[in-house]
Nanobody, 126 residues
Framework: QVQLVESGGGLVQAGGSLRLSCAASGRIFSNYAMGWFRQAPGKEREFVAAISWSGVSTYHSDSVKGRFTISRDNAKNTLYLQMISLKPEDTAVYYC???????????????????WGQGTQVTVSS
């Protein structure tokens, strides 16, 4: 499995920005499609964005499209989520995840992901 560690969360005012990072180790990071998910208190885990193993293809949920951007640096074994124009409803624990299969297309289904980080808290105040 791929070991994942998120960072970059914090408290920000509405309209602000944050960049989350996810450092990977273990298996070859560049072989795996990656994703970001989030979970707010009392709610189910929600898909945010996904990216192909090469970084060429990306997929964002409608709720974040135009505000969040997923990217990756395979040379640094790191996944990113740039978030701008943050809203209070973006408040959640954000998780990065690695797809269970190599060279797979981006996926929004959490069941397709086998490795998960511990999460990083993002809080957006109004």
């Amino acid at each position: 499995q791929v070991q994942l560690v998120e960072s970059g969360g914090g408290l920000v005012q509405a309209g602000g920005s944050l960049r989350l990072s996810c450092a990977a180790s273990g298996r070859i990071f560049s072989n795996y499609a990656m994703g970001w998910f989030r979970q707010a208190p009392g709610k189910e885990r929600e898909f945010v964005a996904a990216i192909s193993w090469s970084g060429v293809s990306t997929y964002h949920s409608d709720s974040v499209k135009g505000r969040f951007t997923i990217s990756r640096d395979n040379a640094k074994n790191t996944l990113y989520l740039q978030m701008i124009s943050l809203k209070p409803e973006d408040t959640a624990v954000y998780y990065c995840a690695a797809h269970r299969s190599t060279y797979h297309n981006p996926s929004s289904d959490p069941r397709d992901f086998a490795s998960w980080g511990q999460g990083t808290q993002v809080t957006v105040s109004s």
